[in-house]
């Protein structure tokens, strides 16, 4: 007989036993240790036993799925008008059927409990309260398009595909540093500050990525003054899904908004990428809104390809 409890102490082996048990499914890193799961999940400040919740089967765990929440405006806490139901996993042979919807009812029961309005599946920046690194890419994408077992689920209780986001990937072995007029001119004028093991930036970051090595790129004119583009990445190789090398994610693009299409981000980029290429890493991994036109572009010239797609769902009875 199934029955539903919330997280005990003594589950984290249980828990990593289900997610070994998804061997082959999109987006799912492996091997996961009882280790790296606390790490990356049970050791959060925000982390609530409640919206962790477990099905058995008598005594046998036979799933689990995480509901949380993003942050507050400041950044300095959660905010729990908004949640999202982050993962929803179940041994194979339980995979169809009352396990993974009674599982998804009380994430959704716990949420409103706490007082979201709105619901989503599948974490994306800034509802991304756990398991980066552990689902996705360099980033939480939402739920991945290839990820059917988790869009099915989501689809059949009234969630809708509301945007999306493209996952892209560039192999630096054949990577060459631009070479134009407006790239010289951004050389002559520019110098790239590099920041490695660089601090968050603020609460929420230190929650979500303290666990992960980050390197921050900032452009400064030699003139002086503030950075006019930052980038920052973080180290995938221990958190990867094998073979390909040395891999680093692309977390975030900023150009002041008055110098945009002046090439800087390309510049920006190409510089870290050189770095990188110095230092053994072999690929850089990223992503971005399908309607982020600019970010495309840029990702275009710098001869990233798409690998996949992931899908941003929210309720639409919640």
Request: hydrophobic share 40%; glycine share 10%.
């Amino acid at each position: 007989m199934i029955h539903f409890r919330a997280f005990r102490n003594t589950d984290p082996p249980a828990i990593a036993a289900i997610w070994r048990a998804q061997a082959g499914r999109p987006g799912v890193a492996q091997p996961v240790s009882v280790d790296l799961i606390t790490q990356l999940v049970f050791s959060k400040p925000y982390f609530d036993r409640n919206g962790l919740i477990l099905a058995f089967n008598d005594e046998q765990p036979v799933g689990f799925a995480h509901a949380g929440f993003g942050p507050n405006e400041a950044r300095n806490a959660i905010d729990t008008t908004m949640g999202v139901t982050c993962v929803v996993m179940t041994l194979p042979e339980w995979k169809d059927g009352e396990v993974a919807a009674g599982l998804l009812e009380r994430c959704e029961q716990y949420l409103r409990e706490r007082g979201s309005k709105v619901l989503y599946g599948g974490g994306i920046e800034p509802l991304n309260p756990f398991y980066t690194g552990l689902y996705g890419g360099s980033a939480l994408p939402g739920v991945l398009e290839t990820d059917r077992e988790a869009c099915k689920l989501f689809e059949t209780h009234r969630y809708r595909e509301i945007d999306r986001t493209v996952l892209l990937r560039r192999d630096l072995g054949d990577f060459e540093v631009p070479f134009g007029r407006r790239q010289m001119q951004l050389r002559r004028q520019m110098v790239v500050e590099v920041t490695s093991d660089a601090l968050a930036r603020d609460w929420w970051e230190a929650c979500t990525l303290g666990d992960f090595d980050l390197t921050r790129f900032d452009m400064v004119s030699r003139a002086g003054g503030p950075a006019v583009a930052t980038a920052t990445f973080r180290a995938m190789e221990p958190f990867g899904r094998g073979g390909g090398g040395r891999r680093t994610g692309l977390l975030g693009l900023f150009v002041d908004p008055a110098l945009r299409r002046r090439g800087l981000a390309v510049f920006l980029l190409s510089e870290a990428f050189r770095r990188f290429s110095r230092q053994g890493i072999t690929v850089v991994e990223s992503q971005t809104m399908q309607h982020n036109v600019h970010s495309l572009a840029v990702h275009q010239k710098l001869g990233f390809d798409q690998v996949g797609q992931g899908i941003v769902y929210r309720k639409t009875d919640a």
